[in-house]
């Protein structure tokens, strides 16, 4: 038997970074993240060299698959490496450190959900951990085999066959979908129809729509819609004890919600295959406008009060002064409130003028050309809030060379109510800052954003730019980023805000989600796991521990991460 032979029929993605393979940054996107570089580093640096699949020695497969799964599972060093991390900063240095200790045994590429079915009977009986795995996204250590000793070897589980539109309801607005699905995919799927999810989260490209479920992924608008559980009408997850449908209907008080419990499940239980999702008619009717503020506070108050005026802005984005000053969005220093409003249906022109009314009660300043209409499908990109837009996509390429280059540059995110949110906004930002000054021995660029805003509380979202080390030595930038990863987990959860609003829990914030919720609701978790996998193999580390096993904490945190529980 051989299973050397790669399976994948997507372009092939860059293993230790973002992006696929044949992308590459401008002349002018180099230039620009020297420069971020210099600011910290002026004395210059030491740029890693990326790695190639040759660079690795990766361990032999501890278990030999029966022939029948032949056809279905590579071996093949590139897909074992593509499927070893997700795209977190820790992610991308250890695979800088050529260094892939969990890499999965095999990649399977199931085509129907009978081949799922015979991997999860073969693991099951033979103790092989399964890790689902989408778009390999994950920021969080949600996809990386680090599944502990008790397991006799992992498999990778990809879903990228299943990637087909099945149905499409154009009167009720629903369609149901494989869920191995790519964002652009999708949307094209969708395009004909003149229907579209209205999902977009910054990894659009790469993630898929089970992994937007299993992860309760948000997309970029600021309200009403935003968690994909809004979106979400049914489901279908094969299970190793079989499959669990739900029904699909507009809403239902039928006793708890199993679709509550496979949102955010994070392959635990199963793995998803098809869902039946909400769709939007395609917006035509647009307004953009950015908002000026002299100090955080202000957009602070500003944004509550749209937030909690009923007018639901597509965009209702606030960055702080540092976010504007990073990005060189503005002239001069302030805060900006990045604000929208679209609608297949109406023009959307007063939503916009009550919007601007309550900014300026609060503070705000917006040019006399400062708001722009449309009424087509093009979207404007011009103006403050088309630079921020261009960097937020264009920032997970520029991080792979930022990485390189000894830059840690990274971004953690939560939620937060208004009460809280000035004390919190303070001891996030002063505590930090104060911790990356002791770990680095140098000052670090610090901001923040509100990613979506809600009538009681803001999403903030924090970025920080930090030296890791100037002489190419990136075991020490990975050290001195558990240290403030750490440190950041700690002060969200202190603070009264969530682990994750959107990254997910995975291996990196699982301490934290212990200290979120109840000891007694995770035995609840566990006793479902226990009924729909009693071998245990699904996804083992993530959320909770399986029955009779104990994983702890695992993956890039390891060894540093160390909350105590309440």
């Known amino acids: 038997m051989t299973y050397e032979t790669s399976l994948s029929k997507r372009p092939r993605l860059r293993f230790w970074g973002w992006g696929y393979e044949s992308e590459s940054l401008s002349p002018e996107e180099d230039k620009l993240i020297e420069s971020v570089a210099h600011q910290f580093m002026p004395a210059g640096t030491v740029e890693a060299a990326p790695p190639s699949v040759d660079d690795f020695d990766l361990r032999p497969p501890r278990f ?3 022939g029948k799964l032949e056809g279905i599972l590579s071996d093949t060093p590139f897909d074992r490496l593509a499927h070893c991390y997700g795209k977190s900063y820790a992610d991308m240095v ?3 450190l050529r260094q892939a200790d969990n890499a999965p045994d095999f990649v399977a590429f199931p085509r129907n959900e009978e081949d799922i079915r015979q991997i999860f ?3 099951g009986q033979n103790q092989v951990a399964v890790v689902p795995f989408g778009g390999g996204t994950s920021v969080c250590g949600g996809v990386e085999a680090d599944v502990g000793a008790s397991y006799a070897g992992a498999i990778s589980l990809d879903m990228q066959h299943f990637d087909r539109l099945l149905d499409v309801d154009g009167i009720g607005r629903r369609a149901r979908f494989q869920a191995g699905i790519l964002g652009p995919d999708l949307e094209q799927a969708l395009k004909p129809h003149g229907l579209t999810l209205r999902h977009f989260p910054q990894s659009f490209v790469f993630s898929s729509l089970g992994g937007w479920i299993a992860t309760r992924a948000s997309g970029h608008y600021a309200t009403l819609y935003t968690h994909i559980d809004d979106l979400v009408e049914a489901t279908r997850i094969v299970t190793p004890q079989g499959v669990i449908r ?5 809403g239902s008080g039928a006793g708890p919600s199993a679709d509550r419990l496979i949102l955010g499940s994070e392959g635990v239980l199963g793995v998803i295959t098809e869902a039946t999702m909400r769709l939007q008619r395609r917006p035509r009717w647009r307004a953009s406008a950015t908002v000026a503020f002299g100090n955080m506070g202000q957009g602070t108050e500003a944004a509550r009060a749209i937030s909690q005026a009923g007018l639901f802005p597509s965009n209702c984005r606030l960055l702080d002064e540092a976010e504007v000053t990073l990005n060189r969005i503005a002239e001069q220093p302030c805060s900006l409130l990045v604000l929208g409003f679209e609608s297949a249906d109406h023009s959307v022109e007063p939503w916009m003028r009550r919007a601007i009314e309550i900014a300026r009660d609060h503070g705000g300043d917006v040019p006399a050309d400062g708001v722009v209409y449309s009424s087509s499908d093009a979207v404007s990109r011009s103006g403050e809030a088309g630079s921020w837009r261009n960097a937020f996509i264009r920032m997970p390429y520029y991080r792979n060379r930022l990485t390189a280059l000894g830059i840690i540059a990274d971004t953690f995110e939560t939620a937060v109510t208004w009460d809280r949110f000035p004390r919190f906004y303070q001891a996030i930002r002063n505590g930090l800052v104060a911790a990356i000054k002791e770990i680095t021995g140098q000052d670090c660029g610090f901001s923040c954003r509100f990613t979506h805003v809600y009538p009681d509380g803001p999403a903030p979202y924090f970025t920080f730019y930090a030296v890791g080390d100037t002489g190419g030595n990136l075991r020490n930038a990975l050290d001195k980023w558990r240290d403030i990863k750490v440190v950041a987990n700690r002060l969200v959860v202190e603070f009264g805000g969530t682990i994750t609003h959107h990254h997910a829990v ?3 914030h699982r301490a934290g989600y212990e200290q979120q919720t109840s000891p007694l609701f995770r035995e609840a978790l566990a006793a479902a796991k226990s009924a729909v996998d ?4 699904m996804n083992p580390g993530v959320l909770i521990d399986p029955a009779n ?3 702890g904490i695992t993956g890039a945190l ?3 991460y160390r909350v105590e529980k309440p």
């Open 246 to 250: 739900t029904a699909e209907l507009p």
């Open 121 to 123: 009977e073969y693991a």
């Open 94 to 96: 250890r695979m800088y």
């Open 558 to 560: 390891a060894d540093k």
């Open 534 to 537: 009693p071998h245990g193999i």
């Open 506 to 508: 995975g291996r990196d």
């Open 64 to 66: 030999r698959p029966p």
């Open 549 to 551: 096993r104990h994983i």
